[in-house]
């Protein structure tokens, strides 16, 4: 499977399948989705593997305390996945950036929703997700 950035600068392919998908919402998801929450899909980061482009990052204290890096495209500012010390060797790849029909999309509905402490009110929790206050 493989996914890129809007513009497509930067390209990757994912080999076998999320370990989970999760819906977060973090202030930090928040802010570089432009949304109220994100969609990842969750895999060790030997999965992922980039064929095009080189990504930048950022790295800053998530609302943890943490330090999580964001990969990004330079060039449309699109991100593609965060990881970081406390992820354990996982990367939470944003599905959105995936080239695929919604079929493969539709297949893996969300498992979990994490930071739901923060979780906007009027957003009702997902049927069947385990909801988690913070990351675990």
């Known amino acids: 499977m493989s996914g890129s950035c809007l513009c497509g600068d930067i390209k990757y392919t994912i080999s076998g399948d999320p370990v989970a998908q999760a819906l977060c919402h973090c202030l930090d998801c928040r802010r570089?989705?432009?949304?109220?929450?994100?969609?990842?899909?969750?895999?060790?980061?030997?999965?992922?593997?980039?064929?095009?482009?080189?990504?930048?990052?950022?790295?800053?204290?998530?609302?943890?305390?943490?330090?999580?890096?964001?990969?990004?495209?330079?060039?449309?500012?699109?991100?593609?996945?965060?990881d970081g010390p406390a992820t354990q060797g996982l990367v939470y790849l944003k599905a959105g950036t995936i080239d695929s029909d919604d079929e493969r999309i539709n297949a893996r509905a969300p498992v979990a929703e994490i930071f739901t402490r923060r979780r906007i009110e009027w957003v009702q929790p997902m049927e069947g997700a385990q909801q988690k206050a913070d990351l675990v």
């Not at 989705?33 to 064929?51: A, D, K, R």
């Open 32 to 82: 570089i989705s432009g949304s109220l929450c994100s969609f990842n899909w969750v895999l060790p980061s030997q999965q992922l593997t980039i064929v095009n482009g080189t990504p930048k990052t950022y790295t800053n204290a998530s609302n943890t305390g943490n330090n999580v890096t964001s990969h990004f495209c330079g060039n449309c500012g699109t991100t593609l996945w965060r």
